[in-house]
Every structure is written in structure tokens, then in C-alpha cells.
């Protein structure tokens, strides 16, 4: 049965009934792999909408093969149909990619200036392009397709700590610092020690109160590799000579 289950001297649109069901259902499960981690973070479109836009976007490729398959075989039973057929094999696969590009703008959210769902209209985008690939059919297809769910997965679970650690080691922080004037070389060596890569500061202000003098200095840093953002916080605000730290 398997012999020519894979019969690469066929032509690419004959497909048989089997091997149909075996891309519809490779499709199916790898859609639902990439909608697993959407599900996990809750978004709104999850296992569920992606296994159906991986197995529609299938379906359409098979739709396509099929249609090319009837109309060859027509024109082969009767040549004066060449004058009359014209045979495109991307056609309604193209219509495919447009219907996505609907869909995953429907789950993109802007809201007073923030936007939300990028990610997963991109997953969509993905999940249609794997249905389609598996579709269309061959083994380098099925390979290409299951290595790059297989890939996505496990980066899309970790993104937001890989997010957070890239963030943290090059993300410029900016906060504002009111001191006691008399500690500012104590504060600078804190700053250095917790981690802060100090790349600019700004005087703000300097007053005096109850005798003691106050500088107020606008810090901009990043943060050390093995620190984090809360580490130079903490050991700032520890101080009983630091007035206030704002993270701006």
C-alpha cells in the first residue's frame, strides 16, 4: 500500500485518495502544535483556530490539484478542449494567502496607541502556510513543514523569557534619582556593582532642605548580563540617602 504512497514518478496533481487524508491530517496536527502555545498564553485565537486555518489552507491545495488533475484528464479524452482551457496551479492558492491577511487582521488590537496580536496574526500567517505547503505535497514538503512546527514551538514557549533576558541586556533604562549631593560618588559605585552600564545622565535640579543638600539626576543605563533591571533598583532604593528613584 505504502509503495506508492509516495510515487514521486506521478504527476504532481495526481494524488490519491489516501495520501489526501494523510496531508489533511498532517496539516491538521501541525497547526494544532503551533495553536498549542497560543492556547497556553490564552490569545484569542488558539489550538483550535489554527488547526482549522492549517487544514482549510490544506484543503484549498488539494482543491487546486484536484482541479488541474479533472481538466488535464478532460483535455486528454478530448484535444479541442486546449483551445478552450487554460490551467492556472496558483491560483486559488494565491486567493488563499489574500483570505489570511483578512483573518489575521482581525485579531491585531490597537489601542491608544498600543498594538496587540502581531504575533498570532503572524502564526496565522504560518499555520496557512504550512497547510498550504503540505497541501501541495512531496516529502520535502512534509519535512520542510513538520521541522518548522516542530522549530517554532519551543521558541514561541520561551520567547518571552528570551524577550526578557535580550531586553534586559540591551534595553536602555531611564530613571530619575533625588540624593543627597554628598553621596553621589557612593551612588555611581552602586549603580557600577549592581550591574548598571551607566551611559548618560542629566542634572535636574539641586535644592536644600532641613540643612541637608538634594541632587536630583536623570540616569539613563542598561544592565549587565548576569543582572536584571530589579537588581539595580533594590540596591538604590536601600539607601536611606536616596530621597526617591522613578523609573521613567
Known sequence: MFESFFDQSKLFF???????IFRL???????????????????????ITFMFVSLGAC???????????????????NSDFKEYISID?????????????????????????????????AMLWVAAALGLLIGMGGIANYLIAFVTAVV?????????????????????HRVF???????????????????????????????QSNGVHYKEVYFYFSVEKD????????????QNWVLSMEDI
Open 89 to 121: 496551479t496558483g491560483r486559488i492558492i494565491a486567493q488563499v494567502v489574500s483570505g489570511i491577511g483578512f483573518l489575521g487582521a482581525g485579531t491585531i488590537i490597537f489601542n491608544r496607541g498600543n498594538v496587540k496580536g502581531i504575533t498570532t496574526a
Open 227 to 238: 543582572k536584571t533591571f530589579d537588581d539595580v533598583v533594590r540596591a538604590i532604593t536601600q
Open 59 to 77: 484543503l484549498f491545495s488539494l482543491l487546486q490539484l484536484n482541479l488541474v488533475s479533472m481538466l488535464y484528464h478532460a483535455t486528454l479524452e
Open 25 to 47: 491530517v498532517l496539516a491538521t496536527v501541525l497547526g494544532a502544535i503551533l495553536g498549542f502555545e497560543r492556547e497556553l498564553k490564552n490569545k484569542p485565537a488558539g489550538f
Open 14 to 20: 495526481e494524488v490519491s485518495y489516501l495520501e489526501q
Open 177 to 207: 534619582i533625588a540624593f543627597e549631593e554628598q553621596h553621589e560618588l557612593e551612588l555611581l559605585a552602586i549603580l557600577k556593582d549592581s550591574g548598571a552600564i551607566v551611559k548618560k545622565t542629566f542634572f535636574h535640579n539641586k535644592y
Open 152 to 172: 517554532l514551538l519551543p521558541l514561541m514557549l520561551s520567547s518571552r523569557r528570551i524577550g526578557r533576558k535580550l531586553s534586559n541586556r540591551f534595553k536602555e
